[in-house]
């Protein structure tokens, strides 16, 4: 493993513990420093989107969201995390589009885990 990328998990694994004791902003940062370490460190831009989304700053749980899909396009769950924002924020159209390519992703993924 990187020296980057292990102090990214570092950082993730300290924004973990602060989410639940309840330091939303304090996790925030960890998660932040997490992806500075490692830009490509998804599980730290999921849960920055999440506490975003959890305290309703929907703006950038989407960017964040958004980042993801950049990273890793196969990604589901950063689909589906823009399609609850989406909806969150009231844009249906823009929900409904990313529910579908979650959708599609899904299945893509279990035809490929079938043909192994």
């Known amino acids: 493993m990187s020296e980057a990328r292990q ?3 570092d950082h ?6 602060l989410y639940a004791d309840g330091n939303a902003e304090g996790a925030i940062a960890k998660y932040r420093e997490a992806v500075e370490a490692d830009a490509t ?3 730290a831009l999921h849960g920055l989107a999440r506490v ?4 309703s700053r929907f703006d950038e749980a989407i960017a964040t969201a958004k980042r ?3 990273v890793d396009p196969d990604d589901v769950l950063a689909h589906t995390s823009l399609s609850i924002l989406y ?3 009231g844009m249906i159209p823009e ?3 990313e ?4 959708r599609i992703l899904g299945w893509k993924q279990q035809l490929k885990q079938g043909k192994q």
């Open 95 to 97: 929900a409904e589009e």
């Open 12 to 17: 993730y694994y300290a924004a973990l513990d």
């Open 87 to 89: 909806q969150k924020k």
């Open 68 to 70: 993801i899909a950049e």
């Open 41 to 43: 460190f998804v599980d």
């Open 99 to 102: 529910s579908n390519r979650a």
């Open 7 to 9: 102090l990214a998990e």
């Open 52 to 55: 975003y989304q959890d305290l």
